[in-house]
């Protein structure tokens, strides 16, 4: 979904091998998606020449060695978010990156569509004031995220926070402008498998809440939950909004993560008219409904690998604040960071 598509409608990408810990589940992923090469180990794919970019879908924990691995190749990467376990293993990774010359990004897809740049647009331009505050959700019904997941591992970098709470930490900073961080209040449910052995004591967050403070005393909130139940045991809950509130009124987008499948932006100015839009239009001015997150993602990638000026960026000082915030909300919640990586580049 984020790259063998994109790549489809993409006349510079070619998704040429993939590896795989096993190679026959390498040579049926490649049967299926029409790929040249299947490799059975992840090396032997950096071992490639012919490999110029490397898409690292791995579990978080894993992101640090392999993209460091991968740099260390001379492989240009696209990491998948989160960017690592730890703001330092992070900051490690764009460092080599920067050191060899080559093009690193952690994949924060929603940040390239249309609909989320017009939502900074609006704030940019004062249209709803001065900042107070501003809020970004992602919650999801229970059944979405099977048992098992990895994201309910610790060890692999699991967690609700982790894994969604990423979106609205990454949003809240852009959108506000704001990479220093303040974590105020941060609660946590955690996650408790069905059939639990009676010694099982989880350390993984189902759900996260937090309160920010963030530059220029602007307040941020977030929420986010891997499995709410549904309500009344019927209904289930799916919110992927953000809304920031300004001193003349708000603008709020109702799915900032996948704005494709569906939104609205709404801004409501006190006194005056609400008014809604949905916007689609990719860098030309051409109307594409269709077109993903992932696809305006991989255009802006293969510009910057090519040289030319990319319609959007996730920068490393975006990712490096987004771990560093993620830290001290689980310093504040008890849960504590997932550990730093244990890779240690030769
Ligand atoms: N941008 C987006 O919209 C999305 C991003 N993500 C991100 O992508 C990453 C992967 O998530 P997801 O695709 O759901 O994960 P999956 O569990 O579906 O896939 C992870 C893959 O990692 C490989 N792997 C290597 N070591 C391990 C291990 N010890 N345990 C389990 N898998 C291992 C496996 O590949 P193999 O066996 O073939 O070697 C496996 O298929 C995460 O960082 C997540 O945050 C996830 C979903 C959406
Ligand atoms: O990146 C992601 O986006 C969609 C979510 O459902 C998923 O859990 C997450 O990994």
């Not at 109702?254 to 801004?267: A, C, E, F, K, Q």
């Amino acid at each position: 979904m984020a790259l063998i598509l994109p790549a489809r409608t993409h006349p510079e990408v070619i998704v040429y091998a993939v590896g795989a810990r096993n190679l026959d589940k390498a040579k049926k992923y490649a049967k299926k998606h029409r790929i040249e090469k299947a490799y059975g180990s992840y090396q032997e794919l950096l071992d490639d020449k012919d490999v110029d970019v490397v898409y690292n879908p791995l579990p978080n924990a894993l992101h640090h060695e392999w993209t460091m691995k991968a740099l260390a190749a001379g492989k240009h990467v696209l990491n998948e978010k989160p960017s690592a376990n730890t703001a330092e293993d992070t900051a490690s990774m764009f460092d080599l990156a920067e050191q060899k010359g080559l093009v690193m990004m952690d994949a924060y897809h929603y940040r390239f569509h249309p609909a989320v740049l017009r939502v900074k647009e609006i704030i940019e331009s004062k249209t709803i004031g001065k900042l107070k505050t501003v809020t970004a959700k992602l919650i999801v019904p229970k059944g979405i995220t099977a048992e098992g997941d990895i994201r309910y591992d610790f060890a692999l970098g699991g967690g609700a926070l982790m894994d969604m709470g990423v979106y609205t930490v990454n949003c809240i900073q852009y959108m506000t402008s704001s990479r220093s961080v303040e974590v105020t209040d941060a609660t946590t449910e955690l996650y408790a498998p069905k059939n639990k052995p009676e010694s099982y004591a989880s350390n993984i967050d189902r759900t996260a809440t937090a309160t920010l403070t963030l530059s220029d005393g602007i307040k941020g909130n977030l929420e986010v939950d891997l499995a709410r139940p549904l309500r009344y045991g019927l209904i289930p809950t799916l919110d992927m909004s953000f809304k920031a509130e300004g001193v003349l009124g708000s603008v709020e987008i109702d799915n900032y993560v996948m704005p494709t499948l569906y939104h609205n932006i709404t801004v409501n100015i006190r006194g005056g008219p609400i008014s809604t839009e949905k916007v689609y239009k990719n860098r030309f001015g051409e109307r594409e409904e269709w077109r993903t997150t992932y696809m305006y993602q991989l255009e802006s990638f293969v510009d910057k690998v090519r040289g030319r000026e990319p319609k959007a960026w996730v920068s490393k000082e975006d990712s490096v604040a987004t771990m560093k915030c993620v830290e001290k909300i689980y310093q504040k919640n008890g849960l504590g960071s997932r550990p730093k990586s244990a890779y240690i580049p030769v």
